[in-house]
T-cell receptor, first 113, second 112 residues
Framework: DGGITQSPKYLFRKEGQNVTLSCEQN?????MYWYRQDPGQGLRLIYY???????QKGDIAEGYSVSREKKESFPLTVTSAQKNPTAFYLC????????????FGEGSRLTVL | SQQGEEDPQALSIQEGENATMNCSYK?????LQWYRQNSGRGLVHLIL?????REKHSGRLRVTLDTSKKSSSLLITASRAADTASYFC????????????FGQGTRLTINP
């Protein structure tokens, strides 16, 4: 079945460690996105990529990094520079130019110990 | 601040009743979308309404858009316990990068 797969679903990290969240899609979508969601809040855009080998910062990119070496994959690294990384992270993709429907993964919950 | 603001933040109704959620936004949009999120899960797209449309239906969902008031509403008719979720509006701005900007959501609880 086509869809977006995020892994791991739960992740624990010690302060000062970098962690990488995986996002893979088999929908043949050009655009991919990373959002952060805090409890009881909406989604805030971290990074997005409209095409392979290109990505742009969203509204809260500080302390995060991404790569887009393959169309199917858009991993997010949460670096030690991110001061408050505990959150729910959602990856999404879109077949259009970013103006159409987003398809979301099931999310990754990161907890910093 | 967020482009979209949902109202109310939380809504609790009895099964069978209709649920109405509102979304207001600040700047001109290309389209507006509604999404649903079950607790701890990803978001699921419900409906998209373009800036030149005023009303759209999908099953028990009815969405309206008033661009003069910069507002939209989502109506769920004959609610069911399974409709319990958070509902988010998201807008695509005309100016700037073509990306979705989400509101903070309405938490809907349907009581059996």
């Amino acid at each position: 079945d086509g869809g977006i797969t995020q892994s791991p679903k739960y992740l624990f990290r010690k302060e000062g460690q970098n962690v990488t969240l995986s996002c893979e899609q088999n929908l043949n979508h050009d655009a991919m996105y990373w959002y952060r969601q805090d409890p009881g809040q909406g989604l805030r855009l971290i990074y997005y990529s409209q095409i392979v080998n290109d990505f742009q910062k969203g509204d809260i990119a500080e302390g995060y990094s991404v790569s887009r070496e393959k169309k199917e994959s858009f991993p997010l690294t949460v670096t030690s520079a991110q001061k408050n990384p505990t959150a729910f992270y959602l990856c999404a993709s879109s077949g259009g130019a970013g103006t159409g429907e987003l398809f979301f993964g099931e999310g990754s919950r990161l907890t910093v110990l | 601040s967020q482009q979209g603001e949902e109202d109310p933040q939380a809504l609790s109704i009895q099964e069978g009743e209709n649920a109405t959620m509102n979304c207001s936004y600040k700047t001109s949009i290309n389209n507006l979308q509604w999404y649903r999120q079950n607790s701890g899960r990803g978001l699921v797209h419900l409906i998209l309404i373009r800036s030149n449309e005023r009303e759209k239906h999908s099953g028990r969902l009815r969405v309206t858009l008033d661009t003069s008031k910069k507002s939209s509403s989502l109506l769920i008719t004959a609610s069911r316990a399974a409709d319990t979720a958070s509902y988010f509006c998201a807008t695509v701005l005309i100016q700037g990068a073509q990306k979705l900007v989400f509101g903070q959501g309405t938490r809907l609880t349907i009581n059996p």
